[in-house]
């Protein structure tokens, strides 16, 4: 059998006599759960694991005769196969051989469709789709594509009748050479001399009462709804649960008033009134007109949702030595203002705490989080002095407008106070292209210092300190585009990618400039606005993925993810919440989140005082720039295990955050393209993924094996692990406290790490 056609012809095997992996590790589970003293139990039969395939000589002989069809449906039609059984030691092999035979290609194709404005359709369309070519092999699968294409291009132009029957292949095979002659026909509908094209009449458009459906039959109701309701542009519209203005909803119906019938425009109407997220079923139906107009009327019934709920969440983010909670509150709002107006608003507010040296759980919180966020989604694109049209392409448009407040505290260091106000719109341009535009981000920050805050700390961390407290504002833009965020749960071959700017502080410049006032920001005299310095700063990132399917459950996962902040103008440094970290559940996971570089900064060395190295936890390991890279291999465990799915993964990550504008930094640091290798934190590890269909939960244990905080061969942290790791650690505890190194880190989370 040819090799192109092999892999497919397993698929015609029967499942149920398929051998298992070379592994076999379901099968195991299975016998451990579903046996005793040596036998099957045919009852209580736990979900666990895979049955082992029994053999079933009824079922090779249907794969045998599946295989042949399928040759012959390739265009082989002497194909022949056999099958054979080899058994032995209570084991069987099964074998399929295939004598294909010659190849048979297309000689003529004929059209038979005594339709001559069906037959007119389908050959100006013809170029567009076709695989139906003289010369080709000889192909099932072309010709089911004719056929769908055909269908498809017939409801396109007003053939509402029109339906995948009508069109047949004869074929003619008694030919030399192999070769077969292919005529395709268009039948005419019984009775009937051509093909009706229709036209779309009055419309109209029905919201049930509730969430149970419509009551009584549709006529009477559409009868009552008549006489109720005024025509307008061609719709008739009725809101029996008077929850929902016409316009917002109306905007979406594509079928139009005296427009030829075109199903292009039914599937749009079905995407958008779903995508407004407020009805949970929608159904078209078509009444044709009593007369002889040949007239469709188009009736749209739409079943509303749930419009309001509330969803409380709660997490424990668990890394190294520290613990805490995360508790929120979200309320969520459907159709606000009665025009499917997304709403919502969620309290926010968590702890966490350093566990270790013989300390009680939560008795050294180090910090405090608290947020109040609220935003509304508009179901289309609001611009102002322009009339945007709905849209056709890719998905529903939303414009968002958002406001959040922010709270830190950091114990005996600092707290921040975070103001962010923004308009974003968001347009789907095909199913895989996402856009996400803000053309107005404003940020207002402010820090205080605690008073409690040794004089040694603020002069010796001068950079953090004026970072951290420094009173701004942030005046700017944000675009992101993504690519094939939609496979992302699926195992087929892509390239994802996702790439955002943000950009702030020209504008603000520019019109200081114009004004005639000239400021040093590195004296300190920064420009103002409202009496605070705005922020200038540019901050690309991108994130770049290889998705590459291996057949069944596994998949091979390469993935680059790197930004860099860079402060100019009226900024000597980026603001605090813009910079990068590394490590963490979805970076190197080896590492403790905020615990990596940067480039070959080293605590102990550089915080001398115990007190100050807890002051500064997770902020002084931050930086301007940021490179992490991942592979990953995924493949099933368990096809069931309680119910579900258990997946497993190994995995090799590495990455680093730097320093760039700072002139404060330590040179060790700061990014050196010469040093890359030597600065780079490496770690790998396995991990487990409980698929629940709905959503992930994901364990993984990250090993360290390159740590760039060390010199020279020292940085090969994983040869300690095997020899001198007791006396490595103790050194390196005493130096560091209250941190405390570990080979192994531990991550937990919901979802997959990317």
Same mark, same amino acid.
């Not at 698929?11 to 451990?32: A, C, E, F, H, L």
């Not at 194909?79 to 294909?100: E, G, P």
């Not at 099932?140 to 029957?165: C, H, T, W």
């Given at each position: 059998?040819?090799?192109?056609?092999?892999?497919?012809?397993?698929?015609?095997?029967?499942?149920?006599?398929?051998?298992?992996?070379?592994?076999?590790?379901?099968?195991?589970?299975?016998?451990?759960?579903?046996?005793?003293?040596?036998?099957?139990?045919?009852?209580?039969?736990?979900?666990?694991?895979?049955?082992?395939?029994?053999?079933?000589?009824?079922?090779?002989?249907?794969?045998?005769?599946?295989?042949?069809?399928?040759?012959?449906?390739?265009?082989?039609?002497?194909?022949?196969?056999?099958?054979?059984?080899?058994?032995?030691?209570?084991?069987?092999?099964?074998?399929?051989?295939?004598?294909?035979?010659?190849?048979?290609?297309?000689?003529?194709?004929?059209?038979?469709?005594?339709?001559?404005?069906?037959?007119?359709?389908?050959?100006?369309?013809?170029?567009?789709?076709?695989?139906?070519?003289?010369?080709?092999?000889?192909?099932?699968?072309?010709?089911?594509?004719?056929?769908?294409?055909?269908?498809?291009?017939?409801?396109?132009?007003?053939?509402?009748?029109?339906?995948?029957?009508?069109?047949?292949?004869?074929?003619?095979?008694?030919?030399?050479?192999?070769?077969?002659?292919?005529?395709?026909?268009?039948?005419?509908?019984?009775?009937?001399?051509?093909?009706?094209?229709?036209?779309?009449?009055?419309?109209?458009?029905?919201?049930?009462?509730?969430?149970?459906?419509?009551?009584?039959?549709?006529?009477?109701?559409?009868?009552?709804?008549?006489?109720?309701?005024?025509?307008?542009?061609?719709?008739?519209?009725?809101?029996?649960?008077?929850?929902?203005?016409?316009?917002?909803?109306?905007?979406?119906?594509?079928?139009?008033?005296?427009?030829?019938?075109?199903?292009?425009?039914?599937?749009?109407?079905?995407?958008?009134?779903?995508?407004?997220? =407020?009805?949970?079923?929608?159904?078209?139906?078509?009444?044709?007109?009593?007369?002889?107009?040949?007239?469709?009327?188009?009736?749209?019934?739409?079943?509303?949702?749930?419009?309001?709920?509330?969803?409380?969440?709660?997490?424990?983010?668990?890394?190294?030595?520290? =613990?805490?909670?995360?508790?929120?509150?979200?309320?969520?709002?459907?159709?606000?203002?009665?025009?499917?107006?997304?709403?919502?608003?969620?309290?926010?507010?968590?702890?966490?705490?350093?566990?270790?040296?013989?300390?009680?759980?939560?008795?050294?919180?180090?910090?405090?989080?608290?947020?109040?966020?609220?935003?509304?989604?508009?179901?289309?694109?609001?611009?102002?002095?322009?009339?945007?049209?709905?849209?056709?392409?890719?998905?529903?448009?939303?414009?968002?407008?958002?406001?959040?407040?922010?709270?830190?505290?950091?114990?005996?260091?600092?707290?921040?106070?975070?103001?962010?106000?923004? =308009?974003?719109?968001?347009?789907?341009?095909?199913?895989?292209?996402?856009?996400?535009?803000?053309?107005?981000?404003?940020?207002?920050?402010?820090?205080?210092?605690?008073?409690?805050?040794?004089?040694?700390?603020?002069?010796?961390?001068?950079?953090?300190?004026?970072?951290?407290?420094?009173?701004?504002?942030?005046?700017?833009?944000?675009?992101?585009?993504?690519?094939?965020?939609?496979?992302?749960?699926?195992?087929?071959?892509?390239?994802?990618?996702?790439?955002?700017?943000?950009?702030?502080?020209?504008?603000?410049?520019?019109?200081?400039?114009?004004?005639?006032?000239?400021?040093?920001?590195?004296?300190?005299?920064?420009?103002?606005?409202?009496?605070?310095?705005?922020?200038?700063?540019?901050?690309?990132?991108?994130?770049?993925?290889?998705?590459?399917?291996?057949?069944?459950?596994?998949?091979?996962?390469?993935?680059?993810?790197?930004?860099?902040?860079?402060?100019?103008?009226?900024?000597?440094?980026?603001?605090?919440?813009?910079?990068?970290?590394?490590?963490?559940?979805?970076?190197?996971?080896?590492?403790?989140?905020?615990?990596?570089?940067?480039?070959?900064?080293?605590?102990?060395?550089?915080?001398?005082?115990?007190?100050?190295?807890?002051?500064?936890?997770?902020?002084?390991?931050?930086?301007?720039?940021?490179?992490?890279?991942?592979?990953?291999?995924?493949?099933?465990?368990?096809?069931?295990?309680?119910?579900?799915?258990?997946?497993?993964?190994?995995?090799?990550?590495?990455?680093?955050?730097?320093?760039?504008?700072?002139?404060?930094?330590?040179?060790?640091?700061?990014?050196?393209?010469?040093?890359?290798?030597?600065?780079?934190?490496?770690?790998?590890?396995?991990?487990?993924?409980?698929?629940?269909?709905?959503?992930?939960?994901?364990?993984?244990?990250?090993?360290?094996?390159?740590?760039?905080?060390?010199?020279?061969?020292?940085?090969?942290?994983?040869?300690?692990?095997?020899?001198?790791?007791?006396?490595?650690?103790?050194?390196?505890?005493?130096?560091?406290?209250?941190?405390?190194?570990?080979?192994?880190?531990?991550?937990?989370?919901?979802?997959?790490?990317?």
């Amino acid at each position: 059998m040819d090799k192109q056609f092999e892999e497919e012809a397993l698929n015609y095997i029967q499942k149920d006599i398929r051998p298992t992996s070379t592994i076999g590790i379901n099968v195991i589970i299975y016998n451990i759960f579903n046996t005793k003293d040596g036998k099957y139990k045919t009852t209580g039969i736990k979900p666990l694991g895979t049955p082992p395939p029994i053999l079933d000589s009824a079922l090779v002989e249907i794969s045998r005769d599946q295989i042949q069809k399928f040759l012959i449906s390739k265009g082989y039609f002497k194909a022949k196969v056999t099958s054979a059984i080899d058994a032995k030691n209570q084991k069987a092999k099964v074998r399929f051989k295939a004598n294909q035979g010659p190849s048979f290609s297309i000689n003529k194709i004929a059209y038979k469709i005594t339709d001559s404005v069906t037959k007119d359709t389908y050959l100006k369309n013809k170029s567009l789709f076709t695989h139906f070519k003289e010369g080709m092999r000889y192909d099932d699968d072309s010709l089911s594509y004719e056929r769908d294409r055909i269908y498809q291009v017939m409801k396109e132009n007003g053939y509402f009748d029109f339906a995948r029957p009508y069109v047949k292949f004869e074929l003619d095979t008694n030919l030399n050479s192999s070769k077969v002659n292919v005529s395709l026909l268009i039948d005419n509908p019984k009775d009937k001399a051509a093909h009706q094209k229709y036209t779309i009449g009055e419309s109209s458009l029905i919201i049930a009462q509730d969430a149970e459906g419509f009551q009584g039959p549709m006529d009477s109701l559409l009868n009552d709804a008549g006489k109720s309701s005024r025509l307008y542009r061609g719709l008739r519209y009725t809101d029996l649960s008077g929850k929902f203005r016409r316009g917002p909803i109306a905007r979406y119906n594509f079928l139009q008033d005296s427009t030829t019938y075109d199903i292009r425009n039914e599937t749009l109407t079905y995407d958008r009134m779903y995508e407004l997220n =407020v009805f949970k079923n929608v159904k078209i139906d078509y009444a044709k007109a009593q007369d002889s107009s040949y007239k469709l009327l188009p009736i749209i019934q739409l079943i509303p949702q749930k419009i309001m709920s509330n969803r409380v969440e709660g997490e424990i983010p668990f890394n190294g030595g520290t =613990v805490g909670f995360t508790l929120s509150n979200t309320y969520t709002n459907n159709n606000l203002f009665r025009g499917a107006e997304r709403f919502e608003f969620q309290i926010k507010g968590g702890l966490q705490s350093r566990i270790g040296n013989g300390t009680s759980l939560l008795s050294d919180i180090y910090q405090r989080d608290f947020s109040l966020s609220s935003n509304i989604s508009v179901p289309r694109l609001m611009l102002p002095f322009i009339s945007a049209r709905p849209g056709r392409r890719g998905g529903m448009p939303h414009t968002v407008f958002s406001t959040s407040y922010a709270y830190a505290l950091q114990t005996n260091f600092f707290q921040r106070h975070v103001f962010l106000n923004s =308009v974003t719109y968001e347009f789907v341009e095909s199913k895989s292209k996402y856009h996400s535009i803000t053309p107005l981000n404003f940020e207002y920050r402010l820090g205080n210092l605690s008073s409690n805050l040794s004089d040694s700390i603020i002069q010796n961390n001068q950079y953090y300190v004026r970072l951290l407290s420094r009173k701004d504002i942030t005046l700017g833009i944000k675009y992101t585009y993504s690519l094939n965020s939609d496979k992302l749960l699926t195992n087929s071959n892509f390239i994802y990618f996702r790439g955002n700017m943000d950009l702030a502080g020209n504008l603000l410049q520019l019109a200081s400039k114009l004004s005639g006032n000239k400021h040093d920001p590195k004296s300190g005299d920064f420009a103002e606005i409202f009496g605070l310095p705005f922020n200038q700063y540019i901050r690309p990132e991108v994130d770049v993925r290889w998705y590459k399917g291996l057949g069944g459950e596994k998949q091979i996962v390469t993935r680059i993810n790197a930004g860099v902040g860079f402060a100019y103008g009226n900024s000597t440094a980026m603001p605090f919440e813009k910079l990068f970290f590394a490590g963490g559940s979805s970076g190197v996971r080896a590492f403790q989140a905020r615990t990596l570089g940067p480039g070959n900064y080293n605590r102990g060395i550089s915080i001398p005082d115990s007190a100050t190295r807890r002051s500064l936890f997770g902020i002084d390991q931050l930086g301007d720039m940021h490179i992490e890279a991942n592979l990953e291999y995924r493949y099933l465990l368990l096809n069931k295990f309680f119910g579900a799915k258990l997946k497993g993964a190994v995995f090799l990550d590495a990455g680093n955050v730097w320093n760039i504008s700072s002139n404060n930094a330590e040179s060790s640091t700061k990014f050196d393209l010469a040093k890359l290798g030597n600065q780079l934190g490496i770690g790998t590890g396995a991990g487990f993924r409980y698929d629940v269909q709905y959503f992930v939960f994901r364990f993984d244990v990250g090993l360290k094996l390159k740590d760039p905080q060390f010199q020279g061969s020292e940085q090969w942290v994983i040869s300690k692990l095997f020899s001198g790791g007791k006396e490595f650690k103790r050194a390196y505890n005493a130096m560091n406290s209250p941190m405390q190194y570990r080979f192994l880190q531990y991550n937990f989370g919901i979802g997959m790490p990317f």
